[in-house]
DNA sequence: TATTAGCACTCAGATAAAATGAGTGCTAAT
DNA sequence: ATTAGCACTCATTTTATCTGAGTGCTAATA
């Protein structure tokens, strides 16, 4: 058989790769045939295991560090450790305890929430927690205020039925009052509530104006909440636990802190990097290369969507090495998505 | 004379340990009589230059690190350097042209516009950059707006003469409609403007019930004002550019990191720290053991309060190792702080 | 045919010894 | 007061050696 060829793995080429994955995962030193026989209680010779470790290199899941070191896995090896591989891990009783608490707690202030979860990933995977905040494109809007911030500047707050609440100033060229303000209030509230940012973007505010007619009274008070929609779907990414990652032992190495620092300081980088996958309905694990950004080395990110109806809003996750516990921390992600899904379902009703 | 006794310095020691102190900030390493005399041409032997630092070294403004090393200054050495030997840097045209622009581009947006000084104060000093956001204590109240977020929430939005916008949500236990809202919005408006938050607080609030007598029409009004300005001193901290001093050599010594880490993770910590210092009108310089904290070792804080009319309001700064540029990094702060009260008192008139 | 024992070989990492060099303090002469 | 000279110190660098865990390959075995 042609050793090179890429084909599913036989049941013990499995058990190797999975038994090795999880090795070099907890002790982050290259996995040698010897003590590894001995430890997952292989029923083998070494000399077998290395005929094992040679087949599974050869096909592409494997490397060695140098010759004569042990074996660890590649990208490609870890990816088919997540996707083949992977034993549904148990969260704990106490992890999802803190997950159920550190989302309900918080349950006041949508912003700290959204901090304190991406602390409280960090604390469970000991990675860096992350969490970008929901997209107001598919924030269904409460309710509408305009207060006056000068004579030709207003600050529009829209409450959305979670309960966040997003300030955008406008400048606009007409002056007006603050009563005139609190009627058109009333005026955007009343025909805007109950929609999305995206739909009174592209379809309300169309029809308002056609509803209008030539009736200026309320032409400002669209004019207002168009300026103010117009670029409002900035969403914020919170990163904590960065000093969890910081101090593992191979970010002495210069270049993995290098690539690693440079995730962490381009915020706008990583969001679009988790972005792409908006679509996606489950977990999704981003392993080294996969990160496709050049500048990012042995990085992996494990990011899920969370929704409300059946619209994925927003995303969170964890953030570290590529050599990274996903037993635990996919389950870990995809429990939180769920559980700030349940959360903001239930307050958006 | 008793060398051990602390005395002034007279000018040829001073000259060494500004020299020295000079050295060691750019090379990093304790330096030694030769090389140092030769490079900085002072007419001496090597022998006579030992026998200077030995005297600062009993003085205690300089340390070995070990017996036949160089000396490196002590955080004594650094205070004496900094209060009295300091040249007066200038900024560079660049330099001052950047703090200028940076601080009056953003000025539309008051919030953004401290994350960019501190991202600012960062690139420039090449340190990690901290601003603390004014007070709420001594901002003046332009306008008050009340929203509803739910039928016993509601949202207080404080704007400030300065433009800052303050939001505070409180939970009463009567049901008010909208309509109710802009009535009290426009009564604490005109009641409350031009007041800061801290007389609001202590005086203005008593005056009112006084005056409403048993008038109950706004007393829900100022229960509301008095519910939100309850807790709303909290003061957001932004530390920007962190990756600038965890780049630094000496970062890869496990202690330096942590205590430097320590600082950074602790914002609150860090709030705290600074406004010790919130009365004094000049540039602030904590170095080392300066900083009262065991958990930090090696760090210097460096920070002005900026202030709008006579009243010291928040502050800014930089963070990074004892081994720090003071010769700029002073009047970075400096510069940056005054360029910030001007503004803001510019913007509060 | 799959497994294993045996063996020569590799190589990172640890340990030890030696050489280097930049530094010191001290003393005596200037 | 300054300096030359000298013996001494010690982190750092260099070099050599050793060790141990690893490998691949081959031939014997089940």
Redesign the interface.
């Known amino acids: 058989m042609n050793k090179s060829e890429k084909r599913l793995l036989n049941e013990r080429e499995s058990a190797v790769l999975r038994a090795l994955v999880y090795e070099y995962i907890s002790s982050g030193k290259p996995v040698g045939s010897r003590s590894f026989v001995q430890k997952y209680s292989f029923n083998l010779s070494p000399a077998t295991m290395r005929n094992i470790m040679f087949d599974l290199e050869a096909m592409g899941f494997l490397m060695q560090p140098h010759t004569s070191a042990g074996r660890i896995p590649t990208d490609i090896g870890y990816r088919y450790y997540v996707d083949s591989l992977l034993d549904t891990y148990e969260l704990t009783i106490d992890e999802s305890q803190i997950i159920r608490e550190d989302v309900i707690r918080k349950e006041?202030?949508l912003e700290k929430m959204f901090i304190s979860i991406a602390k409280m990933l960090s604390n469970v995977s000991s990675y860096a927690g992350i969490v970008l905040t929901p997209r107001a494109d598919f924030t269904v809007i409460k309710?509408i205020?305009l207060?006056?911030?000068?004579l030709y500047?207003i600050?529009t707050?829209f409450?959305s039925r979670t309960?966040m609440?997003l300030?955008k100033?406008v400048t606009i060229s007409e002056i007006v009052t603050?009563d005139d303000l609190?009627r058109f209030?009333?005026f955007l509230?009343s025909e805007l509530s109950g929609y999305s940012f995206q739909m009174i973007k592209e379809k309300v505010l169309g029809d308002l104006r056609v509803k209008l007619g030539n009736s200026m009274q309320f032409q400002l008070a669209v004019d207002i909440a168009e300026l103010a929609l117009n670029d409002c779907s900035e969403q914020a990414i919170f990163i904590e636990g960065i000093?969890n990652v910081?101090h593992l032992p191979e970010m002495?190495e210069e270049r993995r802190?290098k690539s690693f620092?440079y995730v962490?300081?381009n915020k706008p980088k990583l969001s679009q990097i988790i972005n792409k996958y908006v679509n996606e309905n489950h977990v999704n694990t981003l392993i080294g290369v996969e990160i496709e950004d050049e500048n990012v080395y042995d990085c992996s990110l494990i990011t899920s969507n969370y929704s409300i109806g059946n619209m994925n809003v927003g995303a969170l996750g964890v953030f570290g090495p590529t050599r990274m516990d996903y037993e635990k921390a996919v389950p870990l992600v995809d429990y939180t998505s769920k559980a700030v899904s349940s959360l903001l379902n239930r307050m958006s009703k």
Do not use: F, P
Request: proline share 0%.
């Open positions: 006041v202030h309710y205020e207060v006056q911030l000068d500047e600050l707050v409450v309960g609440i300030n100033r603050q609190h209030s009333k509230s000093e910081l002495l802190l620092l962490i300081e």
